[in-house]
């Protein structure tokens, strides 16, 4: 009912034939905007069928990341983890890193590696306003977060600080969540983790300095709090080095509420092979 006391119209049924007519009319208008501005390749700028996508030899040139990983921080593996006695994997398939000092999040997954290849995507994706890129990336993080994305409550960015934002116009973190979370058919929170800290990039620190970088710099506010109780969050980011931005959100995350903290991100470090 109306204020009026009047029935509230209901929204008419779009007749099937104008529904055909708007699809034919998305295609044209596609068509039209290929012929002027030919879809180009994501890496190298060649021609492509559709936009955000690769052109076949950048796409062989890409390693996605997929078993044997760490259990916890999505380390790849060179070869299976070797089972011992009762069949259960030796270390239970932890990488040496986890073993010896375990990030403060539950799991984390990547879907690529951080290399020559993956690396002036990001960059581009990152600092060059190419965010054009956004779905293809976060189809490729929905395939690496797998159950991580199945199974938690929310899809939380990792936070840039207002002056960096102001600076690049748009967090690449936060452009991958909502896409993620739209994905999944999950909430998307931006605002329930803030980086109250601006920190120096983390790009050249070592790994203890990239851990004393980060620590206390992110905060939940307190109207957040509730919403985070129990709940399983899903955090995003769009590189991993060496997990210590990650560490700081999950504690921060975990002592806010969250029951649990997992992780995807578009691509990560993997050690050279000696």
Known sequence: MTSLGRPARSAAPRHPVVVAGSAVVRRLARRVLDAL?????????????????????????????????????GYPFEVEPVAGQGGDLLGEALCAACRRSPPAFDRARAALAYDAASKPLVLRFKHADRTDAAPAFALWMRQAAGELLRECDLVVPVPLHRRRLLRRRYNQAALLAARLARLGGKPHRPLVLQRRRATP????????????????????????????????????????????????????LKRAGAASVDAVVLARVVRARP
């Open 201 to 252: 990039s983390q790009g050249r620190l070592s790994r203890r300095r990239r851990r004393l970088n980060v620590a206390g710099a992110f905060a939940v506010p307190p109207a957040a709090r509730p919403e985070l109780k129990g709940r399983r969050v899903l955090l995003v980011d769009d590189v991993l080095t060496t997990g210590a931005t990650l560490s700081a959100c999950a504690r921060t």
């Open 37 to 73: 501005l030919p879809p180009r390749c994501l890496a190298c700028g060649g021609g492509v069928d559709e936009p955000g996508r690769l052109c076949a030899g950048c796409w062989s040139s890409l390693r996605f990341l997929s078993a044997p990983l760490c259990r916890q921080c």
